[in-house]
């Protein structure tokens, strides 16, 4: 994940040390049913695509935004379909450390042809349900409750994302 400017502005002075951000993930649907992913640049797995608000931006404009920048896909919110305070924190290569309050959203796709938009992808496309790439449960999770019909209830695994 490219690291926004204000970010890098707190860590000038905060190092790598754990910061506690916002984020926000979108399960992007289009016409077939089938969902976007992004293979990360930074791991090289597959995910949903996601980001961190800039600051004063609203949940819903910034999965937006980032669905857009990371896939050329530009996308409506449709609902909220988690709102999660992940347990782990992430350690990117950098050595930064961060910790994730996440927003997902289920979104339908409305224009663009997916591709590679940033570099914070090494690949981009769309996967029906039933052939999906291997994936964290992160990414798991979040697809499968953006398919139910309604709000859910969700208890995480001790310890997990």
């Not at 707190?10 to 992004?38: C, K, M, N, T, W």
């Not at 996601?50 to 949940?59: L, M, N, R, T, V």
């Not at 290569?93 to 910790?99: E, K, M, N, T």
């Amino acid at each position: 994940m490219a690291t926004p400017e204000f970010i890098r502005t707190i860590r000038e002075s905060a190092g790598h040390q754990l910061l506690y951000l916002p984020g926000v993930s979108a399960v992007v649907f289009d016409d077939e049913g089938r969902v976007l992913l992004g293979r990360r640049a930074d791991n090289g797995r597959w995910a949903i695509i996601g980001g961190i608000p800039e600051p004063g931006e609203q949940p819903a404009a910034a999965v937006v935004r980032e669905v857009h920048e990371e896939t050329a896909v530009t996308c409506v919110a449709e609902r909220v379909v988690l709102v999660q305070a992940l347990q782990d924190p992430v350690t990117y290569p950098s050595g930064d450390i961060c910790q994730f309050m996440d927003v997902c959203f289920r979104c339908r796709a409305v224009s663009g042809d997916a591709r590679v938009n940033d570099e914070e992808s090494l690949e981009v496309g769309w996967f029906s349900l039933d052939a999906l790439p291997s994936m964290e449960e992160f990414a798991v999770t979040r697809i499968k409750l953006a398919t139910a019909d309604g709000p859910t209830w969700f208890e995480p695994a001790e310890g997990g994302h």
